[in-house]
């Protein structure tokens, strides 16, 4: 089914004309130190009718078997086109569920809300859609005789877990740079059961990444942060399977929490596509969400996007998207300009309300997408989104990974939350009546 | 789609004849005491040639939407065929990934190790699979107008997690027995996060199960315990959908942990309905995996299958089969000897090796799917499994439900477990020297 004139390779994203190959080891532009862009033939992909782009989407999902039935490489003419069936290192990433909200939504009059679920994923997050790629990228630099030794990142838990098991997966060692007593103890260990080299550094996030930038710099070691433009590729096709699900119609607004801002743009840029090649007929527009405490973009687009202003992060619930000096801020505006879009933000009882509001309807938030829920509650309030708009957030990790949180908001002991939603067990005598009484006021 | 002659309804699992219609309110056989199961008109499913059955089942998968793109309601014919589309509630249960674990199966002698990676879904385990039948049912039940006030189980975890998470969409009121201070602090919050009232009661298990089942004798209150059959139709789909992934070719073995023993015979189930209409066109082995403190089913398989002999389970890693007086054992048994099954048990050690083993290949596996990969192990050393066979687990959570479990296997902390794959993390200072020198010899 891959057509063989498909063809892709990097290009820098400031547009100052630098290109290579993506067989080669490049992470920035080596002329204006811009980020890199994967760039697609999109005449050869126009050249496939939209209808056919989508017949054969949906053909490969009627196999659960891999690598068709991922949500990433059942598209892969629209990832990395030239890369060979056998170099593909997938875990089944994608594919995840979109979970409306009915009640959430009609309580802020709303047509429909949606989350698509991106934590129902291998590691737990959304970062398997982008890592996918990468690790699959390493492979085959490898069996082309590329001498990468090994993959690293620094991370504050989300992308050295995704790391960790598909370089585990594909038998290439891992290195993952981490702060020391930052992250918590159910991110720490999937690394470490991975068997990644867990570097455990005293220093914040910031001094990680400088340090694994230092060694990658090195040869041999290959750079996994986001910062590489692979790992879009994998990403964008969040934006691309949730217009899939909606039955290539996309919703009003698309919302999702910013740290970094890749994966963000990342939306825009599957958006692009599925818009440049007709599958779908109008944009979407964007918002995205920060913690009040982690707010650069949300500052910037109060000033009709302003220069980015580093600041440093203040310590928020929404600990993975703490960043206060992100890296793909620039592309991150390009999009937002393209995409009508906006930035909003969320205070911690904001996020941590919205996130166990959301669960009351059967889903298990994690503190980020308790970030762009609250947003979305806040724009509907001030009627950013019209009433009766249709709104799908990105819900970036399953709340699983963030067990201390609910357990603090149910508790009542999370520092700066006031929980509107607490819903503590009731502790009882084992004796019928006890139990009788306790259930009276029921259904 | 449905084909609208299809009609299923409750009967006696011990052939005493009693049936019922699956929308009365009937948990155990009122003649004989004996469990209920949901039996199919496998007549009329057989005028259904296999390759339509197969052909609608590839195709509703194609679409990512739901009910169809579920693993269970994508093949709502066989679960319950007289459902109405509109009571159907589905969080996205099922079509899980097929993780290949080749290293291991080298290693084992044997021709292929697969993980069925039920843990990746919307509650972190493969209770999502029945429950979403269950609360499907009540759903319509109550549309039907019974008077169910709301639903309640007792469970160590899982059960309670995905109960209220499937509840809490369908808006339907859940209570949750637990018995205090005995399961993890992840898991008591999954319920409480959903809405679910949660009695934490001072007892142990078996004490929760007696009071729920005191409290459900009375109207309205519908019990959703692992005797409900419902859940079985929906926990049948795994063997149903490995199958799917294999291009409808079982693999020689299907192992699964077992508990209380209602998923390791839904698997049975499942199976014989492939058989049966032709799907398949031979039976796997199945292979069940208990925890050697809590192996009542492998002393019984030892003396030939002799009666039951309840026991006291002791506390096992693999806390969600710590059970001692199996519900399910007798039609656990019936199907073992369907099946040609053996039973296997492993310790404390073994389970958490094999769980670190199959770790290192980029999983993340829960102690009780640790200990169906020891039983592999023991299987194919012994000789059970022959060399270059086939073998697919039933992973039934993710790991990180278990967080500590992995913690503390990897400092080296778990009692009784002596950890052959330990990878603590390397500390260090934020030194570029001292980086490079830890990662040495790595590649």
């Known amino acids: 089914m891959t057509a063989p004139a498909l063809k892709a390779g990097y290009a820098c994203s400031e547009g100052c004309g630098f290109t290579a190959s993506l067989w080669e080891v490049v992470y920035r532009c080596p002329r204006c130190e811009g980020l890199l862009e994967v760039a697609h033939d999109e005449a050869a992909l126009r050249a496939v009718p939209a209808s056919e782009w989508k017949r054969r989407f949906e053909s490969r999902f009627a196999t659960s078997r891999l690598p068709d039935g991922s949500g990433v490489w059942g598209k892969r003419e629209w990832a990395l086109p030239?890369?060979?069936?056998?170099?593909?290192?997938?875990?089944?990433?994608?594919?995840?569920?979109?979970?409306?909200?009915?009640?959430?939504?009609?309580?802020?009059?709303?047509?429909?809300?949606?989350?698509?679920?991106?934590?129902?994923?291998?590691?737990?997050?959304?970062?398997?859609?982008?890592?996918?790629?990468?690790?699959?990228?390493?492979?085959?630099?490898?069996?082309?005789?590329?001498?990468?030794?090994?993959?690293?990142?620094?991370?504050?838990?989300?992308?050295?877990?995704?790391?960790?098991?598909?370089?585990?997966?594909?038998?290439?060692?891992?290195?993952?740079?981490?702060?020391?007593?930052?992250?918590?103890?159910?991110?720490?260990?999937?690394?470490?059961?991975?068997?990644?080299?867990?570097?455990?550094?005293?220093?914040?996030?910031?001094?990680?990444?400088?340090?694994?930038?230092?060694?990658?710099?090195?040869?041999?070691?290959y750079l996994a942060n986001s910062m590489n433009s692979l790992r879009i590729e994998g990403q964008k096709m969040i934006a691309i399977e949730l217009c899939q699900d909606l039955g290539w119609e996309p919703p009003d607004w698309i919302v999702i929490p910013g740290g970094n801002l890749g994966n963000a743009s990342a939306l825009g840029r599957g958006l692009d596509l599925l818009f440049n090649l007709g599958l779908i007929s109008r944009r979407p527009r964007i918002a995205v969400a920060q913690a009040q405490r982690a707010n650069p973009l949300a500052r910037s687009f109060r000033g009709g996007f302003q220069d980015l202003v580093p600041m440093q992060a203040g310590a928020t619930l929404a600990s993975a998207i703490q960043i206060g000096n992100p890296v793909s801020f620039r592309r991150a505006v390009r999009m937002l300009r393209a995409f009508d879009g906006v930035v909003e933000e969320a205070s911690e009882s904001e996020l941590a309300n919205a996130a166990a509001r959301a669960d009351r309807e059967g889903t298990f938030a994690c503190p980020q997408t308790g970030v762009a829920l609250a947003a979305v509650e806040k724009l509907a309030a001030s009627g950013v989104m019209a009433k009766g708009s249709s709104v799908a957030v990105v819900a970036t990790a399953h709340g699983l990974k963030f067990a201390d949180f609910k357990v603090g908001y149910h508790r009542e002991t999370l520092t700066d939350v006031k929980a509107a939603h607490a819903n503590p067990p009731v502790e009882l005598p084992a004796d019928l009546s006890a139990v009788r009484a306790a259930l009276k006021d029921l259904g």
């Not at 009059?109 to 698509?116: I, P, Q, T, V, Y």
């Not at 989300?158 to 997966?169: F, N, V």
């Open 82 to 221: 030239e890369l060979p069936l056998e170099d593909i290192v997938s875990l089944g990433e994608g594919r995840v569920p979109l979970k409306p909200l009915p009640r959430m939504a009609a309580e802020l009059g709303l047509g429909s809300l949606m989350l698509k679920e991106c934590g129902v994923s291998p590691t737990g997050s959304f970062k398997d859609w982008g890592m996918t790629v990468l690790v699959s990228a390493v492979k085959h630099l490898r069996s082309r005789g590329t001498p990468i030794r090994a993959v690293a990142c620094a991370s504050t838990g989300d992308t050295s877990a995704a790391l960790s098991a598909y370089a585990a997966a594909a038998g290439i060692p891992a290195v993952v740079f981490l702060p020391k007593n930052k992250v918590s103890l159910a991110q720490l260990v999937q690394p470490i059961a991975n068997g990644a080299r867990v570097l455990s550094l005293d220093t914040d996030f910031d001094g990680c990444m400088k340090l694994v930038q230092a060694v990658t710099a090195d040869t041999g070691l």
